[in-house]
Structures are given as structure tokens and as C-alpha cells.
């Protein structure tokens, strides 16, 4: 069974330093891995998709990474502002296509 | 730009009611797939849908639930007689087609509470 992990559970920046987001999961056999954002009461954003062939992803000032071999995604956000604060999430997609799941996610702070 | 939208955004129901959660998947994916998330856990896989039929569900997602797709553009998730643990925030969501590169994208919510 997948078990997903996020590190650290809480961060708090000032507005503008880079950040790095951890997620681990137990199980390599991935089709993808996908980094969402939740704001507090609302749905899911899809931030990033990243393919199990794939090494880096990048849109706007967030970059993600992947090592499948060792169960590991990274994401980074350059120059943070106070409108990227919320959580994020990272999942993993099974080879059954189907299911994603969810780490407990990172939530993120940044103060003007 | 297109988006997966969810009806009511909030229901309340007395525990041993039947609710029905309605999702409307963005108009040309093929796969649908209900979540739910419990106030403060992670969110949690229930089930997959494709062409007409359940591809996948999970322990969660036992005999007092059920899906369908009743027309072209709804896809709905039935709770038969709620319990209060089901009390959570249920996602639906829709994907193209290809589960290597095709990104899985999430509606609003329904915050289902029980009484």
C-alpha cells in the first residue's frame, strides 16, 4: 500500500526567499506524480504534473522534481509571495491509472 | 477555461438519509473519480469511472455507496444511509484520457455534514 509523507508539515517564510517542499512515498511503481495547492475550505489546484520518465517540471517559479528509484519529489517555488500560502499536497499515481494519494501536505506561510 | 464543477457546495442530512452528490467532469474526459477528505486527514481515494462502468474503489467505498453517470455530463456519487463519519468534504474529478501524462483535475467540493 502507498504511504505518502510531506516534509515539513508547516512553514513559515518571509516573502521572497525559495523554498523546497519534500514528499516520499513507499511505493516506486508510479505513472506519475502530480503537486496540487488547497487553500483553506476549497478544492484541489493542479500545480504540476510530472511523468515517472521525467526528472523535472517546471511552470512559472515552481519547479518539481522526481527520483522514482528512490521514492522522492521535490518541489520548489522561487521567490515566494503572501499569495502562496496555502497547502500543498503531493500524490503519487498508482499503475492501476486510477488512484492518487495524498500525502498530509505542506502548509506554507509567507509574510509580506 | 474549462473546470469541473460540484453541487450543493454544502449539504446537511440527518444520519440513516440518502444523499446524492452531483459532479459535472469537464465536457470531453473520459474518466471520473470521486475522493473525500475528513476535516483535518488527507485526502482519500473512493473511486474510478470509465466508460460506463467502476475501474477501480477502494476498503472505504463499500455496498452503501454507488455512482453513476445518468446522462452525458452529470456523474454522481449516492451515499444510501449516511453515518456521521461520513461527514467530510467529498471531491469529484475528471481526467482526459492517458494516465501517464493527463492531469486529474478537481472540482470545488461538497461539504457533506451529518447530524
Known amino acids: 500500500k502507498q504511504e505518502v509523507t510531506q516534509i515539513p508539515a508547516a512553514l513559515s517564510v518571509p516573502e521572497g526567499e525559495n523554498l523546497v517542499l519534500n514528499c516520499s512515498f513507499t511505493?516506486?511503481?508510479?505513472?506519475?506524480l502530480q503537486w496540487f495547492r488547497q487553500d483553506p475550505g476549497k478544492g484541489l489546484t493542479s500545480l504540476l504534473l510530472?511523468?515517472?520518465?521525467?526528472r523535472e517540471q517546471t511552470s512559472g517559479r515552481l519547479n518539481a522534481s522526481l527520483d522514482k528509484s528512490s521514492g522522492r519529489s521535490t518541489l520548489y517555488i522561487a521567490a515566494s509571495q503572501p499569495g502562496d500560502s496555502a497547502t500543498y499536497l503531493c500524490?503519487?499515481?498508482?499503475?492501476?491509472?486510477?488512484?492518487?494519494?495524498f500525502g498530509e501536505g505542506t502548509q506554507l506561510t509567507v509574510n509580506p | 477555461e474549462p473546470e469541473v464543477t460540484q453541487t450543493p457546495s454544502h449539504q446537511v442530512t440527518q444520519m440513516g438519509q440518502e444523499v446524492i452528490l452531483r459532479c459535472v467532469p469537464i465536457?470531453?474526459?473520459?474518466?471520473f473519480y470521486w475522493y473525500r477528505q475528513i476535516l483535518g486527514q488527507k485526502v482519500e481515494f473512493l473511486v474510478s469511472?470509465?466508460?460506463?462502468?467502476?475501474?477501480?474503489k477502494s476498503e472505504i467505498f463499500d455496498d452503501q455507496f454507488s455512482v453513476e453517470r445518468p446522462d452525458g455530463s452529470n456523474f454522481t456519487l449516492k451515499i444510501r444511509s449516511t453515518k456521521l463519519e461520513d461527514s467530510a468534504m467529498y471531491f469529484c474529478?475528471?481526467?482526459?484520457?492517458?494516465?501517464?501524462?493527463?492531469?486529474?483535475?478537481f472540482g470545488p467540493g461538497t461539504r457533506l455534514t451529518v447530524l
Open positions: 474529478a475528471s481526467r482526459f484520457g492517458r494516465p501517464s501524462t493527463d492531469t486529474q483535475y
Open positions: 511505493d516506486s511503481a508510479i505513472y506519475n
Open positions: 510530472i511523468q515517472s520518465s521525467q
Open positions: 500524490a503519487p499515481l498508482e499503475t492501476s491509472g486510477s488512484r492518487l494519494t
Open positions: 465536457s470531453n474526459h473520459l474518466y
Open positions: 469511472f470509465y466508460n460506463n462502468e467502476i475501474s477501480e
